[in-house]
């Protein structure tokens, strides 16, 4: 990837590499997008796993006038990897494949589509992404091109950060009683191994619904070194297609994941 600065306001970014063939050179003027946050802000009500033996920590190490007459404040912050708005890096779920900084910037900046299920959601809290879905999104929006980062929208979002609307159980300390719409196995494996796509990501707590067991999706992810983007927001200001996202995590060294900003440049209107 080329990055190049040509004006205050203007970015032109070549995409270059094993994906050019299907993503194509692009040009950004940033004049002609405006920017969505899709992160959750990181505080004490963020949620993790129900298995989680800790949650994110914000200890106050300095807030207020120094000796010297001038303000000064400083946090030290503590996190397990997965919670939050935050990344699954290939090795998560699969031994030898990625590490959280490993992972290509061009898996995490990259053409988006969304995909919206929230009808479907509505009234099965479990409902899984189909492959026909996926046919049915392709029909209407043309093919989904490699390197694509594919962001499930359910609607889930919206009951951040109530742990039992979002997870569906908020017993403490038990994940096996949870419900939440997500992709399904099929799904996965045709926009993993067949459409190639950069990334998936969705606005609920796992790229794997609430009720599972064997976390397939994550599997087929990680076999194809795909990272996954959980617990995201704002998909409902995204369009189908034409965003532009840029998913880049905090850079742990051999991490298994970890905090990520998400933020995408969507056209504005009349400017396509
Ligand atoms: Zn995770």
Do not use: C
Request: proline share 6%.
């Amino acid at each position: 990837m080329i990055v190049r600065f040509t004006s205050a306001a203007v970015l032109v970014i070549a995409l270059a590499g094993v994906h050019s063939r299907d993503v194509g050179a692009q040009t950004l003027d940033l004049r002609r997008y405006r920017t969505v946050d899709l992160t959750h802000a990181l505080n004490a009500k963020t949620l993790y796993w129900p298995t989680s033996p800790t949650a994110f920590k914000l200890d106050t190490l300095s807030f207020g006038p120094t000796p010297g007459g001038w303000f000064y404040a400083a946090n030290a912050f503590s996190a397990p990897e997965h919670g939050g708005t935050h990344l699954d890096a290939p090795i998560h779920f699969g031994e030898g494949h990625l590490s959280v900084d490993r992972i290509p910037l061009d898996r995490l900046i990259a053409p988006a589509v969304v995909i919206d299920v929230t009808a479907k959601a509505r009234t099965d809290a479990d409902y899984r992404l189909t492959s026909n879905d996926v046919a049915a999104f392709e029909r209407r929006h043309g093919r989904i091109a490699a390197g694509t980062i594919v962001l499930l929208r359910t609607g889930w979002s919206m009951r951040w950060p109530d742990r039992k609307a979002y997870l569906g159980d908020d017993t403490p300390n038990d994940a096996s009683k949870l419900h939440f719409p997500s992709f399904g196995v099929e799904a996965a494996r045709l926009l993993i191994q067949e459409r190639r796509v950069g990334a998936i990501g969705a606005d609920v707590a796992s790229i794997d619904y609430g009720p599972s067991t064997d976390f397939m999706v994550h599997r087929i992810a990680a076999a194809a070194d795909v990272p996954g983007i959980e617990n995201l927001t704002n998909l409902n200001l995204l369009p189908a297609t034409g965003a532009f996202v840029f998913a880049l995590p905090m850079k742990i060294e051999g991490g298994s994941g970890g905090p990520v900003r998400v933020v995408a440049l969507v056209p504005r209107q009349g400017t396509r």
